[in-house]
C-alpha cells in the first residue's frame, strides 16, 4: 500500500512522484501543489505540455538532490507519426510536407533504429526551451528569426518498435538527460526519407523511480488539503 506524506514531512524534505496530465507544463502541476505545502520546491527534468508521465520533484532539504535526479537515465513510450513533419517536430505546430509511405515496410521501420541507438550526435528542436544571448530559442523561433543549433552528444541505450501500424510507430526508448524524443522522432522520419513527428510521449521512468508509483495532481491535492493527515491513496 502506498501513502502520501503529509504537508509537515514534505516541508521538511521528501520526494514527489507525480503524474503529469496531457496539456499542463511541469510548472503547472509543480505550482499546483507549492500552495498547498508551502515549502521549498523544485521539479527533476520538464516534460513538454503534449507529454504525459512521471514529474519527479523535491521539497525542503530534498531540493539538494535535483541536479542528481536530473542526470539519471530516462525512459519514454509513444507513437511517431511518420509520412509528414512540423515545424516544433511535435503536435504543437501543424503538420507539413506530406509523403507518401506506399514503399515503407516494417522491415525497414525496424531496421532504422539502430542507427539511432548507442551514443549519437542529436540537434535540439528550435523549438526548445535552450537559451541563446538570454533568450530562448523557441521564441526567437515564433518571431520567425532563424535558429541554428549545434548538435549535442546524447546517448540512447534502448530504441524499440514495439508496434507498427503505418503511419503510427510505437516505441520504448531509454536514454541520457538531455536527449530530446521530438528530435528523435523528426531524425527517424528523415532517416526513412518521409518525415516524421511526434505523435504522444510518456516518460515512464527516471533513474529508479517509475510512473506507476506517481500520483496524480488531483490525488496530491485531495491528500494536502488543510485538514488531511498522511492519506492511503493506492494499494
Given at each position: 500500500?502506498?501513502?502520501?506524506?503529509t504537508p509537515e514531512e514534505l516541508k521538511e524534505g521528501?520526494?514527489?512522484?507525480?503524474?503529469?496530465?496531457?496539456?499542463?507544463?511541469?510548472?503547472?502541476?509543480?505550482?499546483?501543489?507549492?500552495?498547498?505545502?508551502?515549502?521549498?520546491?523544485?521539479?527533476?527534468?520538464?516534460?513538454?505540455?503534449?507529454?504525459?508521465?512521471?514529474?519527479?520533484?523535491?521539497?525542503?532539504?530534498?531540493?539538494?538532490?535535483?541536479?542528481?535526479?536530473?542526470?539519471?537515465?530516462?525512459?519514454?513510450?509513444?507513437?511517431?507519426?511518420?509520412?509528414?513533419?512540423?515545424?516544433?517536430?511535435?503536435?504543437?505546430?501543424e503538420p507539413e510536407n506530406f509523403r507518401p509511405l506506399?514503399?515503407?515496410?516494417?522491415?525497414?521501420?525496424?531496421?532504422?533504429?539502430?542507427?539511432?541507438?548507442?551514443?549519437?550526435?542529436?540537434?535540439?528542436?528550435?523549438?526548445?526551451?535552450?537559451?541563446?544571448?538570454?533568450?530562448?530559442?523557441?521564441?526567437?523561433?515564433?518571431?520567425?528569426?532563424?535558429?541554428?543549433?549545434?548538435?549535442?552528444?546524447?546517448?540512447?541505450?534502448?530504441?524499440?518498435?514495439?508496434?507498427?501500424?503505418?503511419?503510427?510507430?510505437?516505441?520504448?526508448?531509454?536514454?541520457?538527460?538531455?536527449?530530446?524524443?521530438?528530435?528523435?522522432?523528426?531524425?527517424?522520419?528523415?532517416?526513412?526519407?518521409?518525415?516524421?513527428?511526434?505523435?504522444?510521449?510518456?516518460?515512464?521512468?527516471?533513474?529508479?523511480?517509475?510512473?506507476?508509483?506517481?500520483?496524480?495532481?488531483?490525488?496530491?491535492?485531495?491528500?494536502?488539503?488543510?485538514?488531511?493527515?498522511?492519506?492511503?491513496?493506492?494499494?
Amino acid at each position: 500500500m502506498k501513502l502520501i506524506p503529509t504537508p509537515e514531512e514534505l516541508k521538511e524534505g521528501a520526494v514527489m512522484l507525480i503524474d503529469k496530465p496531457l496539456t499542463w507544463t511541469s510548472f503547472d502541476a509543480l505550482n499546483k501543489v507549492r500552495r498547498l505545502i508551502k515549502a521549498k520546491i523544485g521539479h527533476c527534468g520538464t516534460l513538454d505540455p503534449l507529454a504525459t508521465g512521471l514529474l519527479i520533484c523535491c521539497t525542503g532539504k530534498m531540493t539538494k538532490r535535483i541536479t542528481e535526479y536530473q542526470k539519471q537515465e530516462k525512459e519514454y513510450t509513444g507513437i511517431i507519426r511518420l509520412g509528414a513533419t512540423t515545424p516544433t517536430y511535435d503536435l504543437e505546430s501543424e503538420p507539413e510536407n506530406f509523403r507518401p509511405l506506399d514503399t515503407l515496410t516494417e522491415a525497414r521501420v525496424r531496421e532504422a533504429t539502430l542507427a539511432f541507438t548507442g551514443d549519437i550526435m542529436q540537434v535540439p528542436p528550435a523549438h526548445s526551451a535552450i537559451k541563446r544571448d538570454g533568450k530562448r530559442v523557441y521564441e526567437l523561433a515564433r518571431e520567425g528569426k532563424e535558429v541554428k543549433l549545434e548538435p549535442r552528444p546524447v546517448t540512447i541505450r534502448e530504441f524499440e518498435v514495439t508496434k507498427v501500424a503505418l503511419p503510427e510507430v510505437h516505441f520504448r526508448v531509454t536514454c541520457s538527460t538531455g536527449t530530446y524524443i521530438r528530435s528523435l522522432a523528426n531524425d527517424f522520419g528523415a532517416a526513412l526519407g518521409c518525415g516524421g513527428y511526434l505523435q504522444a510521449l510518456r516518460r515512464t521512468r527516471i533513474g529508479n523511480y517509475e510512473v506507476k508509483d506517481a500520483f496524480t495532481v488531483e490525488e496530491w491535492v485531495k491528500a494536502l488539503q488543510p485538514e488531511s493527515r498522511i492519506k492511503e491513496i493506492k494499494e
